[in-house]
């Protein structure tokens, strides 16, 4: 487990770099998940530190739908720009 917040960045790096497989969670909540995923997002860089750290294998969870009363029209928009970074990423 490695704490989301930007002051634990160094413990994140250091249980990554010992992992296999990596779960990335994100959240749905308007303007949380855009935050994430921009060009300086947390979540982007989550994802590209576990691969640089040699994670090839990533479950991703979407967290906090109930923001956005369960919108599958939300979840599906994050699988769309999350698949399409995650492709890119390797």
Known sequence: ??????DFI?????GTSQADC??????AGTGE???GIS???QTREHALLAY???VKQLIVAINKMDTTKWSE????EIIKETSNFIKKVG
């Open 1 to 6: 487990d490695a704490p989301g917040h930007r």
């Open 73 to 76: 029209d939300r979840y599906q």
């Open 10 to 14: 160094k413990n994140m790096i250091t």
């Open 39 to 41: 060009k300086d997002g």
């Open 52 to 54: 640089t750290l040699g």
């Open 33 to 35: 998940f855009e935050a």
């Open 22 to 27: 990596a779960i990335l969670i994100i959240a």
